[in-house]
């Protein structure tokens, strides 16, 4: 079984600074992908950026970045400049062989001007 | 080109009501996922569909869940003696074969009276 794991219900950041996002996980797999997703009040889950487990370097996205310690099975997103846009619910997720995602229990990020 | 789409989007039914929810997939994506979203919660797996067939619906919660895909493109999420406890947000996703990445829908917020 996966499980993820997002310990801030809250988070929130002034406009234009830096802010991560935390995430650990647990699976039994060697090959499986983590993806961040973005869900704001219009509920559509948007893809943010992802990592496969096999590359050991960090992905980036833009403003978007992950520290992925796999040892430590830990996933953090950083969002540098932080823009009022950013504010939504944000999910950590695993996915492994099976296909299916499964996801934390979501982080609500507030951007304040 | 045009994303995942569901019907309705929203939904008020009475307990004991059938229901059925609806997702238009992305065409030529032959995957197709269901995930339920409960208030303060993170979407969880229901069902994955490859092509017609269900390839895993582990994640039905009883044999209340239903879902079909008749023609390996559009699904359909029924719901028989629907209880308040299944008031939910019911996300569609899609995606080329399988192991890629999985575009969600808007979807369907489901109240029980």
């Known amino acids: 079984a996966q499980t993820v794991t997002q310990s801030q219900p809250e988070m929130s950041v002034q406009e234009a600074e830096t802010v991560t996002l935390s995430c650990t996980y647990d699976t039994s797999e060697s090959d499986y992908y983590l993806f961040w997703y973005k869900q704001p009040p219009s509920r559509q889950m948007i893809l943010v950026i992802r990592?496969?487990?096999?590359?050991?370097q960090n992905a980036t996205e833009n403003r978007f970045s992950v520290n992925f310690q796999k040892a430590a099975k830990s996933f953090s997103l950083k969002i540098s400049d932080s823009q009022l846009g950013d504010a939504a619910m944000y999910f950590c997720a695993n996915r492994g062989s099976n296909y299916k995602l499964t996801f934390g229990k979501g982080t609500l990020l507030t951007v304040n001007p | 080109g045009a994303g995942v789409s569901q019907t309705p989007s929203n939904k008020v039914t009475e307990k004991g009501k059938y229901v059925e929810l609806r997702c238009d997939p992305i065409s030529g994506h032959t995957a197709l996922y269901w995930y339920r979203q409960s208030l303060g919660q993170g979407p969880e797996f229901l069902i994955y569909?490859?092509?017609?067939?269900?390839?895993?619906d582990s994640g039905l919660p009883n044999d209340r869940f239903f879902a079909v895909r008749p023609e390996g493109s559009v699904s359909t999420l029924k719901i028989q003696r629907t209880e308040r406890g299944d008031s939910a947000v019911y996300l569609c996703?899609?995606?080329?074969?399988?192991?890629?990445?999985?575009?969600f829908g808007p979807g369907t917020r489901l109240t029980v009276t």
């Open positions: 569909f490859q092509g017609t067939g269900a390839a895993d």
């Open positions: 990592q496969e487990a096999y590359k050991q």
């Open positions: 996703a899609s995606s080329l074969r399988g192991r890629e990445e999985q575009y």
